[in-house]
């Protein structure tokens, strides 16, 4: 059973447009969680995070929206840049729990 | 500075062998975390160390596999009688304070792409 579900396997962008990415949780106890982004060969690089606590969190082009009553986040990236193209990793944690991670939603932005 | 390093990158081994993963944290991270990455998937949770202590193995997926981490600081991933289904990219990840904490950020080596014929 996946208690993280990134739905959209890929997503096809303009470059200069917002890039929206989305994440479902069933784990009504996750209290926080997180976006990596990975390029092929690489490991997962930190992006942005987001407390329970919060419905939103900003870091320069990216911010996280996080709605727990419908136990869904999104990830919006604007304006998109063709250096934005990997692919994104949802994750999730309760408390001093291990991150359970999505499948991941693979971003292309064209330019 | 460095960050967290893996050897080999790439390792081929026939079904039935034993294999040894290495991981290099970044320096002073006392949290050391395993992961494993199968095609299509998102990293799955194998084992954490907290110093030289395991202090959670629950992901991990049966006796076959054994980590070490005896200095605190390099951490070895082993697998015995390995399977076609160990076939995957094993990622090491280190953090800071670790303590479980979910907000200590972990930072991930490359991986090592294992596959097993």
């Known amino acids: 059973d996946q208690q993280v579900k990134q739905n959209s396997p890929s997503l096809s962008v303009q470059e200069g447009r917002i890039s929206i990415l989305n994440c479902d949780y069933t784990n009504s106890m996750f209290d926080y969680f997180l976006w990596y982004k990975k390029y092929p060969a690489e490991g997962p690089t930190f992006l942005i995070s987001i407390s329970s606590i919060k419905d939103k969190n900003e870091d320069g082009r990216f911010t996280v929206f996080l709605n727990k009553s419908a136990k869904h986040l999104s990830l919006h990236i604007v304006p998109s840049q063709p250096g934005d193209s990997a692919v994104y990793f949802c994750?999730?944690?309760?408390?001093?729990?291990?991150?359970?991670f999505g499948k991941g939603t693979r971003l292309s932005v064209i330019a | 500075g460095a960050g967290v390093s893996q050897t080999p990158s790439n390792k081929v081994t026939e079904k039935g062998k034993y294999v040894e993963l290495r991981c290099d944290p970044i320096?002073?991270?006392?949290?050391l975390y395993w992961y494993r990455q199968s095609l299509g998937q998102g990293p799955e949770f194998l084992i954490y160390?907290?110093?030289?202590?395991?202090?959670?193995d629950s992901g991990l997926p049966n006796d076959r596999f054994f980590a070490v981490r005896p200095e605190g600081s390099v951490s070895t991933l082993k697998i015995q009688r390995t399977e076609r289904g160990d076939s995957a990219v094993y990622l090491c990840a280190s953090s800071l304070n670790g303590g479980g904490s979910s907000t200590d950020t972990q930072y991930f080596g490359p991986g090592t792409r294992l596959t097993v014929l």
């Open positions: 320096s002073g991270h006392t949290a």
């Open positions: 160390f907290q110093g030289t202590g395991a202090a959670d």
């Open positions: 994750a999730a944690s309760a408390g001093n729990t291990p991150l359970v």
